[in-house]
T-cell receptor, first 117, second 110 residues
Framework: DAGVIQSPRHEVTEMGQEVTLRCKPISGHNSLFWYRQTMMRGLELLIYFNNNVPIDDSGMPEDRFSAKMPNASFSTLKIQPSEPRDSAVYFC???????????????FGDGTRLSIL | SQQGEEDPQALSIQEGENATMNCSYKTSINNLQWYRQNSGRGLVHLILIRSNEREKHSGRLRVTLDTSKKSSSLLITASRAADTASYFC??????????FGKGTKLSVKP
């Protein structure tokens, strides 16, 4: 049974470049979450979708960040332009129902480790 | 910050001992979940306890929830070296998202 698949696993790029992170949720899951994890701030929710519609994007740091979910099996998180402070591990997770409040667990991918030089 | 807090931040024990981690949260919840994260990997769901439950067991895991104190604890009995990981609590509210704590780093020495 395939879990949440993220790509790439590692990304190293120079400041100012566009970065696109990709996520394929578990088939049948209707909620998708993007998180960022750093030592200083821990795990932060950036945005989450339910049935492909963004429900809460209040965690998106600034306009440089954007996320899309064109269909139930694919989502992207884009950073343009990237900055060194964006360096972190970015996780995608999916679940049934409407997220944490629906009493359903979230299933995480193994993350993308992003380094902006 | 809306984040909860885990206590302790780090815990080192010998194999066979029990490990107890505590979690406090700030808002009203529908449920509280515990996750484990091995180094370089994503989080893995361990157990979910609903707001109307006080205790739940799953194998060697025991979770308690005290909504009056806004706190939860995770007990791992008879720990093994393979239990070495970071453990996170996450509170699930009515808005649909989970709010994660900063985690407890558990080291189990063989």
């Amino acid at each position: 049974d395939a879990g949440v698949i993220q790509s790439p696993r590692h990304e190293v790029t120079e400041m100012g470049q566009e970065v696109t992170l990709r996520c394929k949720p578990i088939s049948g899951h209707n909620s998708l979450f993007w998180y960022r994890q750093t030592m200083m701030r821990g795990l932060e929710l950036l945005i989450y979708f339910n049935n492909n519609v963004p429900i809460d994007d209040s965690g998106m740091p600034e306009d440089r960040f954007s996320a899309k979910m064109p269909n139930a099996s694919f989502s992207t998180l884009k950073i343009q332009p990237s900055e060194p402070r964006d360096s972190a591990v970015y996780f995608c997770a999916s679940s049934l129902g409407q997220g944490g409040g629906s009493n359903q667990p979230q299933h995480f991918g193994d993350g993308t480790r992003l380094s902006i030089l | 910050s809306q984040q909860g807090e885990e206590d302790p931040q780090a815990l080192s024990i010998q194999e066979g001992e029990n490990a107890t981690m505590n979690c406090s949260y700030k808002t009203s919840i529908n449920n509280l979940q515990w996750y484990r994260q091995n180094s370089g990997r994503g989080l893995v769901h361990l157990i979910l306890i609903r707001s109307n439950e006080r205790e739940k067991h799953s194998g060697r895991l025991r979770v308690t929830l005290d909504t009056s104190k806004k706190s939860s604890s995770l007990l791992i009995t008879a720990s093994r070296a393979a239990d070495t990981a970071s453990y996170f609590c996450a509170s699930g509210g009515s808005q649909g998202n989970l709010i994660f704590g900063k985690g407890t780093k558990l080291s189990v020495k063989p």
